[in-house]
């Protein structure tokens, strides 16, 4: 058996008040029940990302300090999680910003979505992201997780309620992505990403 990959779960809302708090610890402890994956927690609103883009294209791989650690954050995993609020249809622009901060580091890797929002569950996030991921050389895999009502579900004061259909879903998506992550990892080993 394969030893575990490097799952870097990457929180995309910097907001104060977030609900994105209470849906990472969710989704930190599915991916730690799974027992599929070393777990990198990456909470881009600590993260010491450039207010602007690096005087450095992100190509060059010459970085500011900040950008660097969170580079070789990148570099260091196998597979991405992405935990995303639907903001005005869309992800927020701190995800983006971490997004276009660095590039080979993200190359050749598998990625999955975590959206939550109201109504929609933050799908429109997710369709946003694919793109972007792909234009990264992120394979985004096919499942996604999307949880509408976040608020009703993830309350302030107590326990996340009424997942047990989320919670199924999500270890199914991680089994998914376990597999891409061996799979793009082993053939990393075998020839760089191009």
């Known amino acids: 058996m394969a030893p575990p990959t490097r799952l870097a779960v990457i929180l995309g809302s910097t907001r104060s008040n977030r609900q994105g708090e209470r849906v990472a610890r969710w989704f930190r402890e599915q991916v730690e029940d799974s027992g599929l994956f070393d777990l990198d927690y ?5 993260q010491a990302l450039d207010d602007r883009q690096s005087q450095h294209h992100p ?8 950008v660097q650690a969170f580079a070789d954050r990148i570099a260091a995993a196998d597979a991405f999680a992405l935990l995303t609020p639907e903001y005005n249809h869309g ?5 983006k910003h971490a997004l276009d901060s ?9 990625a999955t979505i975590v959206a939550y929002g109201g109504v929609s ?5 997710i369709e ?41 879903a999500t270890a199914a998506m991680l089994t998914e992505l376990d597999w891409w992550s061996q799979a793009l990892a082993a053939r990393r080993q075998q020839q760089p990403f191009p």
């Open 102 to 110: 660095c590039y080979a580091e993200w190359n050749g890797k598998p």
């Open 128 to 168: 946003q992201l694919r793109p972007v991921l792909a234009s990264l050389a992120v394979a985004t895999i096919r499942d996604a997780i999307a949880i509408p009502m976040v608020g009703k579900k993830f309350p302030a004061d107590s326990p996340p309620v009424d997942l047990a259909g989320t919670e199924t």
């Open 42 to 46: 990456i909470d881009l609103a600590e």
């Open 91 to 95: 992800y927020p622009a701190a995800l």
């Open 59 to 66: 190509r060059s791989g010459r970085y500011s300090p900040g």
């Open 121 to 125: 569950g933050g799908v429109r996030a």
